[in-house]
């Protein structure tokens, strides 16, 4: 079955770590998307990346990180500058045409203590 | 700044009765817009699309209507059943270039038995 598969689903860390979320799609897309999702809220982006080796900034990019060196992967590094790392994480990808969906993971609930 | 959001935070509803979910977009300039289900601990589902060129779509027990005129979106379910219990989001392509969403705060559908 195609599918975006995120992992691991929770993740433990201490205060002061980086942490790194694995985000692997063989949908063949182009575009990939990380997303934040805070209890009771909609989700916000943190980074996105519509080809290899290119990525850009979305709109909550400050204290992540990612890089983008093949195509059916994009992990996400939260890094220790992150004040409220504690949240669930969304990988998407999209084919990355005008007006197509994105199709999401099911998520990482990254717990930070 | 412009942004899409969602009249109720909770809904309601009967089993068997129908479900309408109302979403807000303030881009005018907005040209297509997506419905997500996001079950508990899951990522969000794509149920349905739209583009601004149309006014109504339908799909299996799901129409999503749009009216650009003041610019709001709904979702209608028709015959509600206990599977759809679920948190509704709508999506807005913010730039309508590729693929950037802006995702309003989500409506929690409850169905009761």
């Known amino acids: 079955d195609g599918g975006i598969t995120q992992s691991p689903k929770y993740l433990f860390r201490k205060e002061g770590q980086n942490v790194t979320l694995s985000c692997e799609q063989n949908?063949?897309?182009?575009?990939m998307y990380w997303y934040r999702q805070d209890p009771g809220q909609g989700l916000r982006l943190i980074y996105y990346s519509q080809i290899v080796n290119d990525f850009q900034k979305g709109d909550i990019a400050e204290g992540y990180s990612v890089s983008r060196e093949k195509k059916e992967s994009f992990p996400l590094t939260v890094t220790s500058a992150q004040k409220n790392p504690t949240a669930f994480y969304l990988c998407?990808?999209?084919?990355?045409?005008?007006?197509?969906?994105?199709?999401f993971g099911n998520g990482t609930r990254l717990t930070v203590t | 700044g412009e942004s899409v959001g969602l009249h109720l935070p909770t809904l309601s509803v009967q089993e068997g009765d129908n479900s309408i979910i109302n979403c807000a977009y303030s881009?005018?300039?907005?040209?297509?817009f997506i419905w997500y289900k996001q079950e508990s601990g899951k990522g969000p589902q794509f149920i349905i699309d739209?583009?601004?060129?149309?006014d109504k779509r339908q799909g299996q027990r799901v129409t999503v209507l749009l009216n650009k005129t003041v610019k709001h979106l709904s979702l209608q379910i028709a015959a509600t059943q206990p599977g759809d219990s679920a948190v509704y989001f709508c999506a807005e392509n913010r730039d309508n270039a590729g693929n950037m969403l802006t995702f309003g705060g989500g409506t929690r559908l409850m169905v009761k038995p």
């Open positions: 881009n005018s300039a907005s040209d297509y």
């Open positions: 998407a990808s999209s084919t990355g045409r005008t007006n197509s969906p994105l199709h």
């Open positions: 949908l063949n897309h182009d575009a």
């Open positions: 739209i583009r601004s060129n149309m």
